[in-house]
């Protein structure tokens, strides 16, 4: 599973860790993904989205997420906090889940179901 982790106490919530499944999904080395933005890398610099991402009670999200070749990817994200031993937010940890196949097979079956109604 392509992870990563983010600064928590960083506004940005910047990249401080990405596993070789990350770099392989989104095309971004260790080296070009550490100290941005996850929502640089990914969201077309939405930070909104991120904040509220972290915000939310929800620790599941459907969502569109862009590669380096400018690619939309079709995940599903888990997030976890990361405390430190006296209880601060450090890090969240964020894993990806590919969606993709699921989405064209959706598409595929409302194309499907679009044939079929019609006269």
Known sequence: ???????????????????AAFEGFFGYRAGEALGRPLAALLFHGDEPLVHRLLAESSSRWKLRAWGRDGAVRHVEIALGAVHSADGQLTHWVVAFSDRSELEKLR????????????P
């Open 1 to 19: 599973f392509p992870l990563a982790m983010l600064d928590a106490r960083s506004a940005s919530r910047t990249v401080t860790y990405v596993n």
């Open 107 to 118: 598409s595929e079956l409302e194309g499907l179901k679009a044939l079929a109604a019609a």
